[in-house]
């Protein structure tokens, strides 16, 4: 398992630890965390793509108002990971295409 990042905890309570995966590397994070959180302790970079020049992006506000953080969960494209709390052998991946935008009253 790795712990690897420039990601500097503030000294707050110490809750249990969960393992998440990160592009498939093992992490341990606090089991408060969010996902977002636990892509900058892996020290991921980005966490997503743009859809027209692929720049990277990365979470940024952390309170759900940017949509910088979407990634995939679980299978789960176009989740807010800093909107996530992690759990348990989560499987967290980098976004690499655009948000799909669907009209569900047509679908």
């Given amino acids: 398992m790795t712990n690897v990042s420039n990601f500097k ?3 707050s309570r110490h809750d249990a630890s ?3 995966f990160v592009e498939g590397q093992a992490v341990q994070v606090q089991a408060h965390d969010s996902a ?3 892509i ?6 980005h966490s997503r793509t743009t859809p027209i020049t692929g720049s990277g992006r990365a979470p940024y506000c952390m309170m759900g108002v940017c949509f910088e953080c979407l990634v995939e ?3 789960q494209a176009n989740t807010q990971g800093c909107m996530t ?4 052998g989560m499987q967290i991946k980098r976004q ?3 948000r799909l935008l669907t009209d569900s009253q047509h679908d």
């Fill in 9 to 11: 905890r503030l000294p």
């Fill in 18 to 20: 969960v393992t998440v």
């Fill in 36 to 38: 977002a959180a636990a």
């Fill in 40 to 45: 900058l302790a892996a020290g991921l970079g």
């Fill in 73 to 75: 969960i679980d299978g």
């Fill in 85 to 88: 709390l992690v759990r348990e």
């Fill in 96 to 98: 690499q295409q655009a």
